[in-house]
């Protein structure tokens, strides 16, 4: 995620909690900041918010390069024949514990 996305994504994300707080408690947070909802900070920051809503619509159709390489390599490491063994299942103390069990009684 480039720079430009960031910025877009932490606007985005204050426009959410402004909209949050006027949905629940009927509270402008920007307006209250800048001097009411017709200033023209208010204005900037509310066609801000609005170009970062824009730009992060690009996030959802952007393909995740991680996501890609894991799948690249969990192909790579399947032989096609299952593993059925465990952590547990491997063990070699757990017989150890019944005899000491045993040895005490």
């Known amino acids: 995620m480039n720079t430009l996305q960031r910025i877009a994504l932490?606007?985005?994300?204050?426009?959410?909690?402004?909209w949050g707080l006027i949905g629940f408690f009927q509270f402008?947070?920007?307006?209250?900041?800048f001097g009411g909802q017709d200033s023209f900070l208010?204005?900037?920051?509310?066609?801000?918010?609005?170009?970062?809503g824009l730009v992060c619509l690009t996030?959802?159709?952007k393909r995740w390069e991680a996501t890609d390489a894991n799948?690249?390599?969990n192909r790579s490491n399947y032989s096609g024949q299952?593993?059925?063994?465990?952590?547990f299942g491997e063990e070699t103390d757990v017989p150890d514990l019944r005899k000491t069990a045993r040895e005490e009684e």
């Open 10 to 18: 932490a606007l985005t994300i204050i426009g959410a909690i402004n």
């Open 28 to 33: 402008d947070l920007v307006a209250a900041i």
């Open 42 to 52: 208010s204005r900037v920051i509310y066609s801000l918010v609005g170009l970062s």
């Open 59 to 61: 996030l959802l159709f």
């Open 71 to 73: 799948r690249e390599v």
């Open 82 to 87: 299952p593993n059925y063994g465990t952590e």
